[in-house]
C-alpha cells in the first residue's frame, strides 16, 4: 500500500508519524472499497507496534464476538461484531441492513454505512456501534474486563502500547469538533473532498489496531483507499449536522458505485 498524502488537517490527520498509514485516495474508480489484503495488514500492523502472535486466539475471538467466556456479555459482543461488520465493508464484504430497500452494500471507502433503519450515516455518528466500541476498552469496559479475565492480557497490552493510545486524544477532539453528521474535509491543490470520519487517519489507526488485535484477517479487509463522497450526498448529509447527521440511503444510492 503506498504512503497516503493526507490533507485532513488537524486533529483528523492525528499523530505526524503515522499519518502515512491512514487509506490513500483513490486515484481510479476501481479501487473504491478495495479491502487493504493480509500482507499489506500484516505490513502496516508491524509499522504501528502490533505483533500479530499477541492478537487473540481463534477461541478467545469467538468467545468474546460471541458473549461467552468469564463474565461474557452478548450486548456489548454485539456492538464489537456489528462494528468490525461495518469497518470492514469492502468488496466482498458486504452489508444487508434489515430496512434498506438496496441490497447488498459497500461503502467503507467512503466511511459510511447504513444502519438497520436503511438511514446512511458516518460510521462515527453518535447512534453507530463504531461510536460506542472504543467506551469496550476502557478500563472496566467490556473489552478491557473480558482480556483480562480470559488470559488475553498479552493482547492488551499490546494494543495500549501500539499507535492505537496516542491517537486517541486526536480522534476524541476530531469527533467533538465535528458535527452530528461527523464528516471530515480533505484539501490537496485548490480542490476539497468530503468523507466519513471512519477513514481519516486518526480513527483509521485506531479502528485499524482494535481489529487486528480481535482478529488479523477481519483488519485485512478494511478499506485501503478512500474516495470522495459523492457532492449531492455530502451536501445534503452535511444539511443534518444539526440534527441527526442521516440521510435515507434509497434516495442516494444511485451515486454509489460500490459493487459488492
Given at each position: 500500500m503506498p504512503p497516503a498524502?493526507?490533507?485532513?488537517?488537524?486533529?483528523f490527520d492525528g499523530v505526524a508519524e503515522y499519518a502515512q498509514y491512514?487509506?490513500?485516495?483513490?486515484?481510479?474508480?476501481?479501487?473504491?472499497?478495495?479491502?487493504?489484503?493480509?500482507?499489506?495488514?500484516?505490513?502496516?500492523?508491524?509499522?504501528?507496534?502490533?505483533?500479530?502472535?499477541?492478537?487473540?486466539?481463534?477461541?478467545?475471538?469467538?468467545?468474546?464476538?460471541?458473549?461467552?467466556?468469564?463474565?461474557?456479555?452478548?450486548?456489548?459482543?454485539?456492538?464489537?461484531d456489528s462494528s468490525v461488520r461495518i469497518l470492514t465493508n469492502t468488496t466482498g464484504n458486504p452489508l444487508y441492513p434489515e430496512a434498506s430497500s438496496v441490497a447488498p452494500i459497500v461503502l467503507a471507502s467512503y466511511g459510511l454505512t447504513v444502519n438497520t433503519d436503511g438511514m446512511l450515516e458516518s460510521p462515527a455518528n453518535a447512534?453507530?456501534?463504531?461510536?460506542?466500541?472504543?467506551?469496550?476498552?476502557?478500563?472496566?469496559?467490556y473489552i478491557n474486563t473480558w482480556c483480562i479475565n480470559n488470559g488475553a492480557e498479552d493482547s492488551l497490552e499490546m494494543l495500549y502500547e501500539s499507535a492505537y493510545t496516542p491517537e486517541i486524544p486526536f480522534a476524541t477532539e476530531s469527533q467533538q469538533i465535528t458535527d452530528f453528521a461527523q464528516l471530515a474535509t480533505f484539501q490537496q491543490g485548490g480542490r476539497t473532498s468530503v468523507v466519513g470520519m471512519s477513514v481519516i487517519p486518526s480513527l483509521f489507526v485506531i479502528n485499524f489496531s482494535l481489529i487486528y488485535m480481535l482478529n488479523p484477517k477481519l483488519a485485512a479487509k478494511m478499506p485501503a483507499y478512500w474516495a470522495p463522497i459523492p457532492t449531492p450526498v455530502a451536501q445534503a448529509l452535511a444539511a443534518t449536522g444539526?440534527?441527526?447527521?442521516?440521510?435515507?440511503?434509497?434516495?442516494?444510492?444511485?451515486?454509489?458505485?460500490?459493487?459488492?
Open positions: 498524502v493526507q490533507g485532513f488537517g488537524q486533529p491512514g487509506p490513500s485516495q483513490v486515484t481510479r474508480s476501481a479501487q473504491i472499497n478495495q479491502p487493504l489484503g493480509q500482507k499489506a495488514a500484516d505490513k502496516l500492523a508491524k509499522k504501528i507496534g502490533l505483533n500479530k502472535k499477541d492478537v487473540l486466539t481463534k477461541t478467545q475471538f469467538a468467545q468474546l464476538i460471541s458473549g461467552q467466556g468469564i463474565n461474557g456479555n452478548a450486548q456489548d459482543a454485539a456492538i464489537i447512534t453507530a456501534p463504531p461510536r460506542e466500541i472504543n467506551q469496550l476498552l476502557l478500563p472496566g469496559g444539526t440534527t441527526t447527521g442521516q440521510v435515507p440511503y434509497s434516495e442516494y444510492a444511485s451515486y454509489f458505485n460500490a459493487p459488492a
